[in-house]
């Protein structure tokens, strides 16, 4: 029974060792460790039912409890970025009822140029063939909208 305690100690040790050791090798080997205790409790001793009842159940109240507390230590919390890259890009909304030409067919997407910008557009409806003249009705985010002039 001790080779059982040991197994379960040394598992568990190694299982907390993995959130400071990159690889996944030490998280593995400790959960071969526990596999391999139950194995030898249920092999050299009549107890082998509560020691796997007790590594299921504290493996998965270990586990819940890791996800709710470990995110808020301060080891945690130096492990995950605390600011993003880009964000949300700025909506131009003076394009907005500008008109220009269709540079390349819009099959709903291409290429035109307003205010001597080229920029990709969104034909709204079907196609629009090169060289024909387009007004912007919708801009979301990066997301231009055309539709051709009558």
Not at 6 to 20: K, R, S, Y
Not at 25 to 44: D, E, H, P, Y
Not at 70 to 98: C, H, W
Not at 110 to 118: E, H, P, Q, S
Request: net charge negative; with cysteine.
């Amino acid at each position: 029974m001790e080779l059982v305690i040991i197994l379960l100690v040394a598992g568990a040790v190694m299982l907390m060792l993995e959130t400071v050791l990159p690889g996944l090798i030490v998280g593995l080997c400790g959960l071969a460790c526990w596999m391999v205790a139950v194995a030898v409790a249920f092999q050299r001793t009549d107890q082998g039912i509560w020691v796997l009842l007790f590594v299921l159940a504290g493996g998965g109240i270990g586990a819940v409890l890791w996800f709710k507390y470990f995110p808020q230590t301060r080891y945690a919390q130096s492990l995950m970025l605390k600011n993003t890259i880009g964000g949300e890009p700025e909506v131009d909304q003076s394009l907005l009822d500008q008109e220009g030409v269709a540079h390349s067919d819009l099959r709903p997407s291409g290429v035109a140029t307003i205010n001597d910008r080229r920029m990709d557009v969104l034909a709204e409806g079907g196609m629009i063939e090169a060289g024909t003249g387009i007004k912007v009705v919708e801009v979301t985010g990066m997301r231009v909208v055309v539709r051709a002039i009558d």
